[in-house]
């Protein structure tokens, strides 16, 4: 399996409400990275995941948290949810020799929060 | 921490104009360097990256060469075509994490 693989494409929250957002990383990437990319921004880095350890993170509270499982998947999670977290949520994957080897990220999931 | 400032867009060409968008980075130690390309309601695609100084990338005709010397690392094509028309962001690797620049809208006209 290649590639990069987010789901849903497009979710609407409501403000308050708990979102999890999945990633499907390509086999072999034990790295994985999430980032919230804002409307007419560049991505923000949210935190990496290596070997199912958070070992990285951006300027983001708590309310944001991710898992990684042993099968190349991972979880965005984020708790309640305010309109700012409104954005596009990239997930991006790497191999062992890291990020030199440059990222391979998905497609996005959109989230709206009203 | 490690910061990217790219060219600020719109950015709009004719077909086979010449493009240059212009990056420059602040970074400690050895950071690798990239430009990802986001078309319209997709997520970023590797263009071509760098890992060292005097390194040049390149891609679909794309070029960047990673200077040290003036902390740049500006993205070249000779002859754009409309589908090039894209969202370019200049991407600095290093501490675990990518660090974007703003991305440059680029607009080809036929």
């Known amino acids: 399996e290649t590639g990069v693989t987010q789901s849903p494409t497009h979710l609407i929250k409501t403000r308050g409400q708990q979102v999890t957002l999945r990633c499907s990383s390509q086999s072999g990437h034990n790295t994985v990275s999430w980032y919230q990319q804002a409307l007419g921004q560049g991505p923000q880095f949210i935190f990496q995941y290596y070997r199912e350890e958070e070992n990285g993170r951006g300027n983001f509270p708590p309310r944001f948290s991710g898992l990684q499982f042993p099968n190349y998947s991972s979880e965005l999670n984020v708790n309640a949810l305010e309109l700012d977290d409104s954005a596009l949520y990239l997930c991006?994957?790497?191999?062992?020799?890291?990020?030199?080897?440059?990222?391979?990220f998905g497609s996005g999931t959109r989230l709206t929060v009203v | 921490g490690n910061s990217v400032t790219q060219m600020e867009g719109p950015v709009t060409l004719s077909e086979e104009a010449f493009l240059t968008i212009n990056c420059t980075y602040t970074?400690?130690?050895?950071?690798?360097l990239f430009w990802y390309v986001q078309y319209p309601g997709e997520g970023l695609q590797l263009l071509l990256k760098?890992?060292?100084?005097?390194d040049k990338g390149s891609n679909k005709g794309f070029e960047a060469t990673y200077r040290k010397e003036t902390t740049s690392f500006h993205l070249e094509k000779g002859s754009v075509q409309v589908s090039d028309s894209a969202v370019y962001f200049c991407t600095l690797g290093g501490d675990y994490k990518l660090s974007f620049g703003a991305g440059t809208t680029v607009t080809v006209r036929a």
């Open positions: 760098a890992t060292k100084a005097d």
């Open positions: 970074a400690t130690g050895y950071p690798s």
């Open positions: 991006a994957s790497t191999a062992p020799t890291g990020i030199a080897y440059g990222y391979t």
